[in-house]
């Protein structure tokens, strides 16, 4: 799995690598599921373009 904040810090990006791949969105304060994007082959990658582009991790 892979863990990630937004810009804001209000919710958490999942990436969940089971077989049936999703980005599971999750509130930043009480983890609570948000959303869930589903049926993606490889749910990867740096979801916060803020943090990739100044190298903030």
């Known amino acids: 799995m892979h863990f ?7 919710q958490v990006w999942v990436s969940d690598w089971a077989t049936d791949g999703a ?14 994007i589903g ?3 490889s749910p990867t990658g740096k979801f916060n373009v803020c943090n990739t582009a100044h190298e903030v991790y």
Do not use: K, P, S, Y
């Open 39 to 41: 049926d993606l082959i």
């Open 23 to 36: 980005v599971i969105v999750l509130d930043g304060n009480t983890l609570d599921e948000v959303a869930r």
């Open 4 to 10: 990630e904040f937004n810009r804001a810090g209000t």
